[in-house]
């Protein structure tokens, strides 16, 4: 049976509960009873990582490289390019073959890593996954998973809709490539919610996370229904600028009294375009958590309790809420 910690736990998550569970060890022999710690020089950590894709990600990835160098442990990076799973494997079962203390993995598909998981898992090596979860067939093969909860941000993209377009109108929704938990859990989230919508969900149809292809599918949707759309939910910030470029170029407005449009993630571009009008609004994904990938790696690698799953908390922002935190935005 394939388990979905994120499934298993949707339940505590939605009421804003996590359960702090135990966690595998690391090869230390230290454990939460007692022993010698490892310290933090003497860790070796190795990333598997998606690599270029945006702006969440490279603040992402850059906050987790920073964090680690600042605590003082070695941190191996890797990442992939085009989303393409099989670097990731390879990467993987290296740095289960140099020994390393622990592994981070940002993962391009949420299936195809019982092999290597179960290597590291024989390694005695914890798995840390971070932003992306997967899905594997023992939950034990990972031991904790660190990110935003993605089925609230669908929510959240939702909610404005019902409450902003309370008379109905029609909407589409871009997203991220298929096969991912981001995009999965996101449309769990608006699906769920948006049943209650007045409106009509016209299609989704996904934009691979680009400005340029945002405003290609943008376009072409647009024409399909003769420019009767009212809403766009843009599962990331760059195709909701790319849909916004669309809108503009047929001559439509956004806003309020033109076409909504809703985007994942909190970049200062989403936030600027977002007090200019061209988009309504924007729901963060907080990338900043490279703090507590840091804790839980050295935790694990000395056999300490982690929670199961590590939710970071996110924010919301209408174009006036943009204003407050727009210079002092890092990323």
């Known amino acids: 049976m394939i388990v979905n910690r994120r499934t298993l736990l949707g339940g505590l998550l939605a009421a804003g509960v996590v359960a702090p569970l135990a966690a595998c060890g690391g090869k230390s022999s230290a454990s939460a009873g007692g022993g010698d710690s490892k310290a933090a020089k003497d860790i070796t950590a190795g990333f598997v990582a998606v690599g270029p894709e945006g702006g969440f990600r490279t603040a992402n990835e850059n906050d987790i490289r920073d964090a680690f160098k600042k605590a003082g442990i070695t941190l191996k990076y890797s990442p992939t390019s085009n989303g393409d799973q099989q670097p990731q494997l390879t990467a993987f079962s290296s740095f289960v073959d140099a020994e390393v203390d622990v592994i981070l993995l940002s993962a391009t598909e949420d299936t195809g890593w019982d092999k290597v998981l179960k290597e590291a898992k024989d390694a005695e090596i914890p798995v840390i996954t971070l932003d992306r979860d997967i899905k594997t067939s023992d939950a034990s093969l990972v031991a904790c998973h660190i990110g935003p909860d993605n089925v609230w941000c669908g929510k959240a993209a939702a909610d404005y809709v019902i409450k902003n377009r309370a008379s109905g109108g029609n909407a589409i929704v871009l997203e991220g490539p298929a096969g991912l938990s981001v995009v999965n859990d996101r449309n769990e989230g608006w699906n769920n919610q948006i049943k209650s919508w007045k409106g009509k969900v016209l299609e989704h149809q996904s934009a691979q996370w680009s400005t340029e292809q945002g405003k290609t599918v943008t376009q072409g949707l647009l024409d399909k229904y003769h420019n009767k759309i009212d809403v766009i939910f843009a599962q990331n910030d760059e195709m909701?600028?790319?849909?916004?470029?669309?809108?503009?170029?047929?001559?439509?407005?956004?806003?309020?009294?033109?076409?909504?449009?809703?985007?994942?993630?909190?970049?200062?571009?989403?936030?600027?375009?977002?007090?200019?009008?061209?988009?309504?609004?924007?729901?963060?994904y907080n990338p900043i958590f490279g703090a507590q990938a840091v804790d839980a790696a050295k935790k694990l690698v000395n056999g300490q309790k982690v929670e199961k799953d590590i939710v970071i908390a996110n924010k919301t922002f209408t174009a006036e809420e943009a204003k407050k935190v727009i210079a002092s935005r890092p990323y």
């Open 240 to 284: 909701g600028l790319g849909a916004a470029q669309a809108v503009a170029s047929k001559g439509l407005t956004t806003g309020p009294k033109g076409v909504e449009i809703i985007t994942i993630d909190g970049t200062k571009p989403a936030l600027q375009a977002c007090i200019d009008g061209k988009l309504s609004y924007v729901i963060e």
